[in-house]
């Protein structure tokens, strides 16, 4: 039952391209939509409804004030990306900003959900980590903290891939980078070898101090998503 007195919306986040003003998603090809309109969703409350991409609502889930210039990387299942300049998220001007996981990063590779090769998302979302024998990122996680073989050897592939990456957006933008979505909770104990891999690439930066690691480690998007009506009564 909601209780309009104490309710000051609700936030939705949804992995994919979002017209705020036309409350639609324009595409997804996570979900598989397109030109999806999402009007019955606020018909049915009573409340206003906010919808965001859900890496821009992790990145609102970010201290702004700490963060004014960022870039934000959601390493989920798809890889995501958002950046916010002068304390304000970027969405650029057709809302396609961040989308990170779409950047080339091994030409003619492995392909990506998108339907293109080598995309940044084959090689750096949780998803090639689990890829196999592991249920969840978390078994994977387990199995690398006990010594595996196969895991050690695929997490180090991984870094590898994602030090390339962390490089690329740092010479990009500099702006402070940083890590989160399911594999970013994780990489807080993984910062030393991770800043090794990504100084090799990097002849620019002397340390790795631009690397932060994530607020929230899970459900950074609906805090976000929820933020946003705590920050227009600010």
Same mark, same amino acid.
């Given at each position: 039952m909601e209780a309009p007195d104490k309710l000051l919306g609700i936030g939705i986040s949804i992995p994919g391209i979002i017209s705020r003003e036309q409350h639609m998603v324009i595409k997804s090809h996570a979900l598989q939509i397109e030109n999806y309109s999402l009007s019955f969703l606020e018909q049915s409350f009573s409340c206003p409804v906010y919808f965001e991409n859900?890496? /821009?609502? @992790?990145? =609102? @889930?970010? #201290?702004?004030?700490?963060?004014? /210039?960022?870039? !934000?990387?959601?390493?989920?299942?798809t890889l995501g990306g958002a950046f916010c300049i002068d304390g304000k998220l970027f969405t650029g001007q057709n809302q396609?900003?961040?989308? $990170?996981?779409h950047m080339i990063l091994v030409p003619g590779g492995r392909k990506c959900y998108?339907?293109?090769?080598?995309?940044?998302?084959? +090689?750096? @979302?949780?998803?090639?980590?689990? @890829?196999?024998e592991y249920?969840? %990122?978390?078994? $994977? =996680?387990e199995a690398l903290a006990s010594g595996k073989s196969e895991a050690k050897k695929k997490w180090e592939e991984y870094l590898d /891939? %994602?030090?390339?990456?962390i490089s690329n957006?740092? =010479?990009? +933008?500099? =702006? #402070?980078?940083?890590?989160?979505?399911?594999?970013?909770? +994780?990489?807080?104990? +993984?910062? %030393?070898?991770?800043?090794e891999k990504v100084l090799k690439y990097n002849g620019f930066d002397r340390d790795t101090r631009y690397l932060?690691?994530?607020? !929230?480690?899970?459900?950074?998007?609906?805090?976000?998503?929820a933020k946003y009506f705590f920050n227009r009564i600010e």
């Open positions: 859900d890496a /821009n609502a @992790a990145m =609102m @889930a970010e #201290d702004i004030h700490q963060y004014q /210039n960022a870039i !934000y990387l959601s390493l989920n299942n396609k900003a961040g989308e $990170f996981g998108c339907g293109k090769k080598g995309c940044a998302d084959a +090689y750096c @979302a949780s998803s090639t980590l689990t @890829a196999g249920e969840s %990122l978390e078994l $994977f =996680m /891939n %994602l030090a390339v990456l957006l740092r =010479m990009a +933008y500099d =702006m #402070d980078i940083i890590l989160g979505g399911e594999v970013g909770g +994780y990489l807080s104990d +993984y910062m %030393l070898p991770l800043g932060k690691n994530c607020t !929230y480690r899970k459900e950074a998007s609906a805090v976000g998503a």
